[in-house]
C-alpha cells in the first residue's frame, strides 16, 4: 500500500512541475495590483514535509507540488517551541524574549503586545481584505479578521454523556493513565487512532455518568457511520471555506490565514489515512542508548512533559504503542496534505491564480520519540525546526532549497517589503520596531547575503517548564540558536549543549565541554547573547546614571569600573526609576564586606520593597576577592537574584507593584574597596 501511494505522490509531482512550475512568476506586485495572499499554518508539524532522514517517510504530494513552486526553507525554525508564544511572536514581529511572553498566556494580556500593530491589521491598512479560518492566534480569534470562517477544534472527542469538559480522553484508552502516570497532564491529548475506533463511554451510575456511544464536535454530536457517511472535521471544513473564500471575484486584494489544527494531539484521523502507512513498514526514529547521558540539566530533566509522554507509552510492554501513536501521527500528516490539496486546488482554479502567493508553515516541531521525548517544547532540533515554503514571488527560481537558519520571526518582515505595506508599524504606538528580516533577498538568491543574523533563535520557558507549575518557567527562559552547521544552547542556570550537525544530525553528542570546540562554542554563545538580549539593555556603567550621598567616602570611574571605598556603608541609588526590569552586573569586594540589592518601589500598602538580600547567602555563593555576576529580576510582585548563575532569592510582595522605584546598590565592610562592571538594566 506505501509503495504504490509513494509512486502515485512522484506522479503528481511530476505533472504539477510540467504543468505549473511557471504558474506564479507572472505576478506583477506593485501598488496598483497587489498580489494576493494564502497562508496556511498547521499546528504541531514536525519537519516530516521535508523527508528528512531519520525519521519515517510521508508522502506529501500536495506540499511537494507547493515547493515545486517556490523556495523551500530547509533549516527554518521557531522562535518557541509552544503554540501561544511562536504565533504571537509570528503575527507580531517581536521576540518573545522581547515581550516576556514564553508560554500559554493570552497575547492580549500582554502590555507590549496589546499594543503593538498586528500582520493582520498592518494588512488591513495597507489596503487588503483579511479573511481567516481554524487556529491562527492561540485562543479566541473572534474580531481579529474581516471574515472568519469555521474555529479549530482538535476533536472530534469521546464523550460521557454528562461532563461540560468536552475534552476526555478516549475510554478504550484509560488503561494508560494507571500506576504512575494517573497524575499526568492534559490526558485528553495522548490517545490516538483511527474514527472508526468509535468511542464507548461505559454507564457508571455511582458517579452519575449515563454513558454514551459516538463522537462529539464543536459540542454537539459528530456523526460517523463509515468513512463514506461521515461529518466533516474542522479542518477539512476550514480548506473548504478557505477554497470557497479564493474562489470568490474580489474588489480588492485578499490574505486568506488558515489554520489547520491537526497534527494536534489527540491524534485522530479518518482510517484511509492509516491504512496508508502499515504498521510492519512504519521506520521508528533512531535513538541512541547513551543518548541523555550529556545533557545539559535543566534540559534533559525527565520528569519533563515530553520525556514522560514517551515513558507512559513503552512502559506498557507488549504492546507496541509507541508505533501505534507514531502511525496515528503519520496518519495526522497524511489528512493535513490532502487539506493542504483542497486549497491549491482552489488557488488554481481562481480567477486570481496568476496574482497568488502562498506559504505554508508550521507554529513549531514536534518529537516523535527522538532523545526519547514525545511533544514540542524542547530545544532540540525535531522541536524547533519547521517546514516553511514561500511560493508565488516573481522572478524566484521554482522547486529551489534554502539552508540560511531563518526562523517565524521573519515572516512579518518579508509581508511588509513583498506587499508594500508599512515597515515600521508600531511608529506611532509602543515605538518597538519589528525585529526579524525580510526574507525577499533569500528568495530571489538562497545562497547570498540577506542582511539578517547568522543564526536563528529559539526561547523556551526555563525552570520547571512543562511540569505541574506552568507559569513558573516563564521567569527562567532558556535559548538555543542554530547556524548551518551547528546548534549551542544555554539554559537559564548556565548549562550548555553544542551539536555537530555535519557529523551528528541526531544530536546525539554533547560538545560543549569539548575543549576542542571551545571557540565555536564562544563564537556561538556571543550570537545567542546578542539576539537574546538586543538593544534593550541600558548601561549604568557611567557614574552619571546614579544619585549618591556628597558626605560619604570615595567613588571613582576608573576604565570600566566603579570603585567605592573609604567608607563602612554606601548607597548608590538609580536616577531613573524603573518597573518590571532585570539587571546585571560584575562585583569584586574583599573579605567581610556585605553587598545588597534594593528596589524601592511602592507596592499596594505602600511599604518599600527590596528585590533581594545577598547578605544570608554569603557564604556559599559570594567569593571574596574574585569577580561575581549578579542578575536581578524584578516581575509585578515576584523578585528574584542569581548569583554565578544560581538563584539565591525569590520573593513575592504581598500586592503588585503599583508605580516605578529606584534601584539602589548598597554595602557595608570596613572600609574595603568594593569593584563594580558591566552594569546594565
Not at 550537525?501 to 554533547?510: A, F, Q, R, V
Request: contains cysteine; aromatic residues 12%; negative net charge.
Amino acid at each position: 500500500m506505501q509503495v504504490s501511494y509513494l509512486k502515485i505522490s512522484k506522479i503528481l509531482v511530476a505533472v504539477n512541475v510540467v504543468l505549473l512550475s511557471s504558474f506564479f512568476c507572472v505576478n506583477q506586485m506593485n501598488g496598483s495590483d497587489k498580489s494576493n495572499i494564502v497562508f496556511i499554518i498547521v499546528d504541531d508539524l514536525n519537519d516530516m514535509p521535508l523527508h528528512p532522514g531519520g525519521k519515517p517517510l510521508v508522502p506529501t504530494p500536495n506540499i511537494d507540488r507547493l515547493k515545486a513552486r517556490g523556495v523551500t526553507f530547509t533549516n527554518a525554525h521557531t522562535n518557541d517551541p509552544l503554540c501561544a508564544p511562536s504565533r504571537a511572536s509570528m503575527l507580531f514581529g517581536l521576540y518573545p524574549q522581547t515581550t516576556s511572553l514564553y508560554w500559554f498566556e493570552d497575547w492580549r494580556d500582554n502590555g507590549i503586545l496589546k499594543e503593538s500593530v498586528s500582520l493582520h491589521d498592518n494588512l488591513r491598512n495597507g489596503g487588503y481584505t483579511v479573511y481567516g479560518t481554524g487556529k491562527i492566534y492561540h485562543g479566541n480569534q473572534n474580531g481579529l479578521f474581516d471574515e472568519y470562517g469555521v474555529q479549530g477544534d482538535v476533536g472530534p472527542w469521546p464523550w460521557d454523556g454528562k461532563s461540560e469538559n468536552f475534552r476526555l480522553p478516549h475510554p478504550q484508552q484509560l488503561y494508560l493513565y494507571d500506576g504512575s502516570d494517573a497524575d499526568i497532564d492534559y490526558q485528553w491529548e495522548h490517545t490516538f487512532g483511527p474514527l472508526s475506533d468509535i468511542p464507548v463511554w461505559p454507564a457508571d451510575p455511582t458517579q452519575g455518568i449515563p454513558g454514551y456511544t459516538g463522537w462529539r464536535l464543536f459540542g454537539k454530536p459528530w456523526k460517523y457511520i463509515n468513512e463514506q457517511d461521515r461529518d466533516p472535521m474542522a479542518d477539512e471544513l476550514g480548506a473548504r471555506w478557505s477554497a470557497d473564500i479564493i474562489r470568490r471575484k474580489h474588489d480588492k486584494p485578499f490574505a486568506l490565514f488558515t489554520g489547520l489544527i491537526r497534527t494536534h494531539t489527540p491524534l485522530y484521523a479518518p482510517k484511509k489515512y492509516f491504512d496508508r502507512f502499515p504498521l510492519e513498514s512504519i521506520q521508528m526514529p533512531e535513538l541512541e542508548p547513551n543518548d541523555l547521558n550529556d545533557l545539559a540539566a535543566a534540559l534533559g530533566n525527565e520528569a519533563l512533559y515530553g520525556f514522560r509522554r514517551y515513558k507512559m507509552l513503552v512502559r506498557h510492554e507488549g504492546k507496541d504503542l509507541l508505533r501505534h501513536w507514531l502511525q496515528a501521527y503519520m496518519a495526522c500528516v497524511s489528512f493535513v496534505d490532502d487539506q493542504v490539496g483542497t486549497i491549491l486546488d482552489a488557488v488554481d482554479a481562481s480567477p486570481g491564480r496568476e496574482n497568488t502567493v502562498v506559504f505554508f508553515t508550521s507554529d513549531h516541531g514536534f518529537h516523535v520519540g527522538e532523545k526519547n521525548f514525545l511533544y514540542k517544547g524542547s530545544l532540540w532540533e525535531p522541536s524547533t525546526r519547521i517546514p516553511l515554503v514561500i511560493a508565488g514571488v516573481p522572478g524566484v527560481a521554482a522547486g529551489t532549497i534554502c539552508e540560511q537558519p531563518v526562523s517565524l520571526i521573519d515572516i512579518y518582515p518579508t509581508f511588509n517589503e513583498l506587499f508594500g505595506l508599512n515597515k515600521n508599524p508600531n511608529v506611532d504606538g509602543n515605538g518597538y520596531e519589528l525585529e526579524g528580516h525580510s526574507l525577499l533577498p533569500l528568495l530571489r538568491n538562497p545562497e547570498g547575503n540577506w542582511g539578517g543574523p547568522e543564526v536563528a533563535i529559539t526561547a523556551l520557558p526555563g525552570k520547571d517548564h512543562m511540569l505541574h507549575t506552568i507559569y513558573e518557567g516563564s521567569l527562567f527562559p532558556h535559548f538555543s540558536v542554530r547556524s548551518k552547521r551547528w546548534r549551542y544552547s544555554l539554559a537559564s542556570n548556565g548549562g550548555e549543549e553544542l551539536y555537530d550537525h555535519e557529523t551528528d544530525p541526531l544530536e546525539w553528542l554533547n560538545l560543549a565541554d569539548d575543549p576542542e570546540f571551545a571557540f565555536v562554542k564562544a563564537v556561538l554563545k556571543e550570537q545567542l547573547i546578542g539576539l537574546r538580549d538586543g538593544d534593550k539593555w541600558r548601561s549604568l556603567q557611567s557614574l552619571d546614571s546614579w544619585t549618591m550621598p556628597s558626605d560619604y567616602g570615595n567613588i571613582q570611574q576608573r576604565g570600566g569600573e566603579i570603585l567605592l571605598s573609604g567608607v563602612n556603608a554606601y548607597e548608590l541609588n538609580s536616577k531613573d526609576a524603573f518597573e518590571n526590569f532585570e539587571f546585571e552586573a560584575d562585583l569584586k569586594t574583599s573579605q567581610g564586606c556585605e553587598f545588597r540589592f534594593a528596589y524601592r518601589g511602592s507596592s499596594g500598602d505602600g511599604v518599600s520593597t527590596p528585590t533581594g538580600d545577598s547578605q544570608a547567602t554569603v557564604h556559599s555563593h559570594f567569593q571574596s576577592g574574585e569577580w561575581n555576576h549578579y542578575r536581578i529580576r524584578v516581575h509585578n510582585n515576584r523578585h528574584q537574584v542569581w548569583i554565578n548563575n544560581r538563584v539565591v532569592s525569590d520573593s513575592q510582595t504581598k500586592g503588585k507593584l503599583s508605580r516605578s522605584g529606584s534601584f539602589g546598590l548598597l554595602y557595608s565592610g570596613n572600609e574595603e574597596i568594593v569593584q563594580l562592571r558591566n552594569l546594565r538594566i
